[in-house]
């Protein structure tokens, strides 16, 4: 079975800029988590994506936004770039179907975005 | 604001012995626990899970659940240099919630 594949791997930006980044979620996953790593805040949660319907959402700006579509592919876009939104981002899917274990996220290789 | 903690080392221990890392985590009602691995430059990859109190053992890794202490650790058996990494503590409160990540313990196997 094929992993959590994202893309585009690497992204350059210039501040101000928008960018949209994808997801594609493991076969028979429903839910799609976004997050956001830098060396300095660690890995924090941006929003999750079940059904198509937001279910959770993070500390961030409006300027990130997030949706789903009906094969569970997921994107999310960042709006007015800023320098300080150079990061990993990541996204992890999980099967979601209320079994023990089901909520295990499994994440994938991640873009690299970085704002000039 | 739900919180978990981990030292973040780094943690060396010499090729053959057991490594020990920790987490702690403020919400009580956390149901799930989960162990990662993330070496530099990559994703984060699942080592274990664990739901309930004790001891739950996978290869050379073990994962210990404590609900009562608020406390979670991952134990590495016979630990090599390719163990090296960055371990990530992730836990999730009820069903539908989403995880919360500890900053990361970067462990290091001397050969």
């Known amino acids: 079975k094929a992993g959590v594949t994202q893309t585009p791997r690497y992204l350059i930006k210039t501040r101000g800029q928008q960018v949209t980044l994808s997801c594609s979620p493991i076969s028979g996953h429903r839910s799609v988590s976004w997050y956001q790593q830098t060396p300095g805040q660690g890995l924090q949660f941006l929003f999750e994506y079940f059904s198509e319907t937001q279910r959770n959402k993070g500390n961030f700006p409006g300027r990130f936004s997030g949706r789903q579509f009906s094969n569970s592919r997921s994107e999310m876009n960042v709006s007015t770039l800023e320098l300080g939104d150079s990061a990993l981002y990541l996204c992890a899917s999980s099967l979601a179907h209320g079994g023990r274990g089901t909520d295990t996220q499994y994440f994938g290789p991640g873009t690299r975005l970085t704002v000039l | 604001q739900k919180e978990v903690e981990q030292n973040s080392g780094p943690l060396s221990v010499p090729e053959g012995a057991i490594a020990s890392l920790n987490c702690t985590y403020s919400?009580?009602?956390?149901?799930?626990f989960f162990w990662y691995r993330q070496y530099s430059g990559k994703s984060p990859e699942l080592i274990m899970f664990i739901y309930s109190n004790g001891d739950k053992e996978d290869g050379r890794f073990t994962a210990q659940l404590n609900k009562a202490s608020q406390y979670v650790s991952l134990l590495i058996r016979d630990s090599q240099p390719s163990d090296s990494a960055t371990y990530l503590c992730a836990v999730r409160g009820n069903y539908g919630q989403n995880f919360v990540f500890g900053p990361g313990t970067r462990l290091s196997v001397l050969p």
């Open positions: 919400d009580r009602g956390s149901q799930s």
